[in-house]
């Protein structure tokens, strides 16, 4: 079966400091993946997704970046993290065949800048 | 583009007692639903989905949901509320071969004793 990890759990940087978020999948191939942010009292925002291995779509201009150096492994980060930033970091994979729609969410990542 | 309107930001509900959430979508073409529940610090676990077919949809959790393309909703049920079902609720529909959902903005559901 497949899961899906994130890592770190939680995560208090100061403004300015970088960032890398790490999402790995098991038990699938070519997975899309995805990153998400959930600020405190708003929904779900799309940030990034990724189809392959180098490609990357960026769905809000902002301070962060994504980058999928293996098949199953999707980075978010920051040179310079901006109060703002702070929120609950989703990464999603889907794609499976036969239900290339259907996205399955990992544990989250919380973020704190302060 | 698709959207998703969840009209309910929160509801309470006695244990015990039915629930049903609400969800309208906006899209020209038959849509891929979804449902999500969040617990608190959680991420999101699916609790069910419709691509077509049946328009009542089983899922886990002794949830279901209904597909009216007439009303342009899916509303989530479930017959009798247990305290664990406490969380947020998200509505999500997707369209073929875009790989990308549109979320609600969630309903939180408060269980009362």
């Known amino acids: 079966s497949q899961t899906i990890h994130q890592w770190p759990a939680t995560l208090v940087q100061p403004v300015g400091s970088p960032l890398s978020l790490e999402c790995t999948v098991e038990?699938?191939?070519?997975?899309?993946l995805y990153w998400y942010r959930q600020a405190a009292g708003r929904g779900l925002q799309l940030l990034f997704y990724?189809?392959?291995?180098?490609?990357i779509s960026s769905e809000v201009p902002q301070n962060l970046s994504a980058s999928r150096p293996q098949d199953r492994q999707f980075i978010l980060s920051s040179k310079k993290l901006l109060l703002s930033d702070s929120g609950f970091y989703l990464c999603?994979?889907?794609?499976?065949?036969?239900?290339?729609?259907?996205?399955?969410f990992g544990p989250g990542t919380r973020l704190t800048v302060l | 583009a698709q959207s998703v309107t969840q009209p309910d930001i929160h509801i309470t509900v006695s244990e015990g007692a039915s629930l049903e959430l609400r969800c309208n979508y906006s899209?020209?073409?038959?849509?891929?639903l979804f449902w999500y529940v969040q617990s608190p610090g959680q991420g999101l676990q699916l609790l069910l989905k419709?691509?077509?077919?049946?328009?009542l949809v089983q899922g886990i959790k002794g949830f279901e949901a209904e597909f009216k393309r007439s009303q342009s909703s899916f509303n989530l049920r479930k017959p009798s509320v247990h305290w664990s079902d406490a969380a947020e609720y998200f509505c999500?529909?997707?369209?073929?071969?875009?790989?990308?959902?549109?979320f609600g903005a969630g309903t939180t559901v408060t269980v009362r004793a």
């Open positions: 419709y691509f077509s077919g049946d328009t």
């Open positions: 990724s189809v392959g291995i180098g490609q």
């Open positions: 899209y020209g073409a038959t849509p891929y």
């Open positions: 999603a994979w889907g794609g499976v065949m036969g239900d290339a729609d259907t996205q399955y």
């Open positions: 999500a529909v997707g369209r073929s071969n875009d790989y990308k959902l549109s």
């Open positions: 038990g699938t191939s070519n997975p899309n």
